[in-house]
């Protein structure tokens, strides 16, 4: 077990906590990650990537294609806006989270575990299991939707092959949290060289998507279309991504003094920055692919992934962008899948104080998300699959603020951050940013059940 570190880096920040920390998060990986203490910029940059594309593959999961696709094919580029607000939203965020688990030593499990009483925190750890659960089904199905696009499996077959990535999971936290970055980046590259070569193929009108990308009016005017845009919006900025990224940022090796803490908090900032520019990418590629190719040709009506598998072929006139979409399909799910055990075990850990082995802890997420896709195929087939996925993306956007909102707390104390204590203008920012997804999630969630 190792200690807090009990220096006059950290002295600054205790008074503003009720208790010590006994132990950190992700204690095997704790700063297992060397980093160097001279060398150029770039030299001390790599040192800190890879945390920030853990987070950014929570961004691009199945859970948001259905509204990316539905976006594109009904309302064109307009909503390429709203996908940008999204990612500058979800930027400033998990900046906070990073800032939080640099400057403190604690994830916001940890945090919210020391800040909060008993009862709070069994709900707060209830909602963001809840919230684990529902990211893990959208990949669990979107793994399964695109093993049936590639091999004719069947949906219930796809879901049982899915569950057995716990294997894959658990070589790779033996080998070492290097390992679990690597794939990730490689899969990241996969699914962003598929939609690149989608694009191409597609040949989108490039004015008309530079013009997408300014907020237009018309989307708070048209119901439908703001409909829409709330879920892009509510299924962006995913609740579990700010426990992870505190708790992942420690895996680096940076001096425990003010200088050292400060140049963690720029680079991981950067890193993070970086992966998310790149998600982003992929969910405007998503969307501009849907109005190139479904929105110009008259099909304003798809709206599920498999629909726009089957399309993309006969209007594009070559079967590579069906395959090109399956394996980016395939490829996302595989992602989120790697950070979502990581997610798990750090909120059970920060806020129960409890510890399992990751096999346990992997086994109690995939049954939970497991089950109720297994009823679901077998009783209504794929058109219940879709439902399901609705279905993740509201209990995310249910879960959303119960986290938002104690990042945004901690990180504007002084007490608890001391010198790091987030800035006024990052601070109001995010007040405003977690009020409105709060907003619009409310919204979009009367008008689901409406």
């Not at 920390?21 to 203490?37: G, H, I, N, T």
């Not at 970055?181 to 989108?204: D, H, K, N, Q």
């Not at 849907?290 to 304003?300: K, L, N, Q, Y």
């Not at 399956?326 to 989120?336: D, H, K, T």
Request: charged share 15%; hydrophobic share 50%; with cysteine.
């Amino acid at each position: 077990m190792k200690p807090y570190p009990n220096d006059e880096s950290t002295a600054d920040v205790q008074d503003g906590w009720k208790q010590q920390r006994d132990e950190p998060s992700l204690p095997e990986a704790y700063k297992s990650m060397p980093v160097p203490k001279k060398g150029s910029f770039f030299r001390k940059f790599l040192a800190f990537v890879g945390p920030g594309y853990l987070v950014a593959v929570g961004y691009m999961d199945p859970g948001n294609w259905a509204t990316a696709i539905a976006g594109g094919s009904q309302f064109n580029y307009t909503l390429l806006s709203v996908v940008l607000i999204s990612n500058l939203m979800a930027m400033l965020l998990q900046s906070l989270s990073a800032r939080l688990g640099i400057a403190t030593g604690r994830d916001l499990a940890q945090a919210c575990h020391d800040h909060y009483s008993k009862p709070v925190n069994f709900v707060l750890w209830i909602l963001c299991e809840l919230a684990i659960a529902a990211c893990d089904l959208a990949e669990i199905i979107g793994s399964a939707i695109a093993l049936q696009l590639l091999f004719g499996l069947p949906l219930i077959i796809g879901v049982i092959i899915t569950s057995l990535d716990i294997l894959i999971v658990l070589l790779l936290q033996n080998k070492g949290f290097r390992y679990i970055e690597v794939i990730v980046v490689v899969l990241i590259a996969t699914i962003m060289m598929c939609f690149g070569a989608e694009l191409i193929l597609s040949r989108p009108d490039v004015r008309e998507v530079l013009h997408g990308f300014v907020p237009s009016a018309e989307i708070v005017k048209n119901p439908a279309m703001l409909y829409i845009a709330l879920g892009i919006l509510g299924a962006t900025v995913m609740p579990h991504n700010l426990y992870l990224h505190s708790s992942i940022v420690q895996t680096r090796n940076y001096e425990e003094s003010y200088e050292g803490k400060k140049s963690a908090i720029r680079f991981a900032t950067l890193d993070s920055t970086i992966a998310l520019i790149l998600a982003m990418f992929v969910n405007a590629a998503i969307l501009i692919l849907s109005a190139a190719t479904f929105h110009s040709s008259g099909h304003t009506e798809i709206a599920e992934i498999q629909d726009a598998y089957h399309m993309l072929t006969p209007l594009l006139g070559t079967g590579m962008a069906s395959v090109l979409f399956a394996v980016a399909l395939l490829a996302s799910g595989q992602n989120s899948t790697l950070t979502g055990t990581l997610a798990g075990q750090i909120v059970m850990e920060g806020f129960l104080q409890i510890r399992l082995k990751p096999w346990v802890r992997r086994l109690i997420t995939r049954l939970i998300a497991i089950v109720p896709a297994v009823i679901v195929i077998a009783i209504y087939g794929e058109q219940g699959t879709a439902d399901l996925l609705i279905l993740s993306q509201v209990i995310l956007s249910l879960q959303l603020s119960f986290a938002v909102f104690p990042l945004i707390r901690f990180t504007s104390d002084t007490k608890k951050m001391g010198a790091f204590v987030s800035p006024l203008w990052m601070n109001s920012l995010a007040w405003v940013s977690g009020i409105m997804i709060a907003g619009l999630n409310l919204y979009l969630l009367v008008g689901t059940f409406m």
